[in-house]
């Protein structure tokens, strides 16, 4: 079975990512599920130091919307994380998968010199959620680094990328579902 995808534009991703030099840099994807998207950037991305999937699986019930009144589950379940590694079992010198919510990846000692080159956002889709990783990355985010928001007609976008304007990011190209910031400024 090949590795699945839970979303659209896909073809966007690989677009934005194909040949993208990382320079030495980090890649990263926040929520990685089954690895499609970490996938299509590996593959297309050249000269990343290390790929980053963060994800915390463990079937957890969690508000996913900013519209969400109640928490629910979804099915991130630990056997499908055990099936990425599995599949991902290719990539073990390009992909290191930090088993982690976000917040504890973002609080983490050992993450706060990372700089980063490209960042695949497709994790919580609630606003305050993707404005606190998008800070987050931005602050440690190299010239030149491309964000990509998947879903973001599901969350304040037009927040997100105000947020982004301080830090040099402007909105390179849009799809329906997906969204490309590059941060064409150094501040």
């Not at 099915?75 to 073990?92: I, P, S």
Request: net charge negative; glycine share 6%; hydrophobic share 35%.
């Amino acid at each position: 079975k090949m590795i699945q995808g839970d979303s659209i534009e896909y073809e966007l991703l690989g677009k934005w990512s194909k040949d993208f030099d990382c320079k030495g840099y980090y890649s990263c994807e926040i929520g990685v599920r089954e690895g499609l998207g970490s996938k299509i950037i590996m593959d297309n991305v050249k000269n990343n130091y290390m790929h980053i999937g963060v994800d915390p699986y463990g079937d957890l019930e969690y508000r996913h919307y900013d519209s969400d009144k109640e928490p629910y589950r979804c099915d991130y379940t630990d056997e499908m994380r055990d099936k990425l590694l599995t599949d991902f079992a290719v990539y073990k010198d390009k992909f290191h998968l930090a088993n982690m919510f976000d917040s504890v990846f973002m609080s983490h000692p050992d993450n706060q010199g990372k700089k980063f080159m490209f960042v695949h956002f497709d994790g919580p889709h609630m606003t305050r959620d993707v404005l606190y990783e998008a800070v987050w990355f931005a602050n440690r985010a190299a010239s030149g680094c491309r964000f990509v928001f998947d879903d973001y007609p599901k969350f304040n976008m037009q927040l997100i990328s105000d947020a982004m304007k301080p830090f040099g990011f402007t909105v390179m190209e849009q799809g329906n579902n997906k969204i490309c910031l590059e941060k064409t400024q150094s501040i």
